[in-house]
């Protein structure tokens, strides 16, 4: 986009609040990152949603999943720095193998994901991988990063057209990400993402007194179901997730730091 006049007053300044506000860092990675939502206000949707899919979905009673997740989730539940946790884990009736964990620690388990996980160590592997993306606070950085498109098409929107009112656009954005809880459903995470999940996950189940070594395990029980399920049967979950390849490349290579913090 060519800009041809400097940015108008208000909007520039609106921007820079924004980011200057917004800027952290991810505990034990140290990437910077920008939000817009703090964490206060992350757990209280989590909440919220939480209960929500408990209405909505049919929880399962099965006793040997339950006592697993239970299990697994309060050991890992105090390695774990999730801001303002009110520490929930339940398992869902749902064949797809996947998982799920929303702001304020209240993590979704499907009965279709034992047949892959096999053990405790893999179950804490899918565990610590999905709460890795809330403590990196990822969905709030990929609705900040569509926030930042959104107020770049505004500033270049105006540029063009003078008449038009500058902060608009960019607050209904916000307004409509907010209200709607959209960004707890994010359907693509980036690589970056992904394996910065990996990673922490890692150490969070070395913390929690788990091999880590048996994520890497647990990721390629994974790729050997994608290839015998592929095509259509793909759940978003996985069709989501980096290369196999790269993942488990990329976890062995970070593998000697999470051994520093294994006690067996
Ligand atoms: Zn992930």
């Not at 070395?206 to 890497?216: E, F, K, L, S």
Request: aromatic share 8%; proline share 6%.
């Amino acid at each position: 986009m060519r800009q041809t006049s400097p940015l108008p007053y208000p909007l520039s300044l609106l921007l820079a609040g924004l980011i200057a506000v917004a800027c952290t860092t991810v505990p034990d990675t140290g990437r910077q990152q920008f939000n817009v939502l703090n964490p206060g206000e992350e757990a209280r949707l989590g909440f919220t949603e939480f209960e929500k899919m408990k209405q909505s979905k049919a929880v399962s009673r099965n006793p040997a999943y339950n006592a697993a997740v239970q299990r697994v989730g309060s050991r890992l539940s105090q390695v774990m720095p999730v801001p303002n946790a009110q520490w929930e884990f339940v398992v869902f009736e749902d064949p797809t193998p996947n998982a799920f964990a929303l702001p304020g620690g209240k993590v979704g388990v499907h009965t279709g994901l034992f047949q892959i996980t096999q053990d405790d160590a893999g179950l804490a592997a899918v565990i610590g991988h999905e709460v890795a993306h809330v403590v990196a606070r990822h969905s709030g950085e990929r609705m900040t990063q569509g926030l930042a498109s959104a107020a770049t098409a505004a500033i270049a929107s105006e540029v063009l057209r003078r008449n038009t009112d500058m902060g608009t656009a960019g607050q209904a954005a916000t307004t409509a990400a907010i209200g709607g809880a959209a960004f707890l459903h994010v359907q693509r995470f980036s690589r970056q993402q992904e394996l910065e999940a990996d990673q922490l996950g890692a150490l969070y189940m070395a913390r929690a007194g788990y091999d880590p070594r048996q994520a890497i395990e647990l990721w390629k029980r994974f790729a050997a179901w994608r290839q015998q399920n592929g095509g259509s049967q793909m759940p978003a979950f996985l069709s989501t997730h980096p290369l196999d390849d790269v993942r488990i490349a990329e976890l062995e290579r970070f593998m000697p730091r999470a051994l520093t913090e294994f006690r067996g």
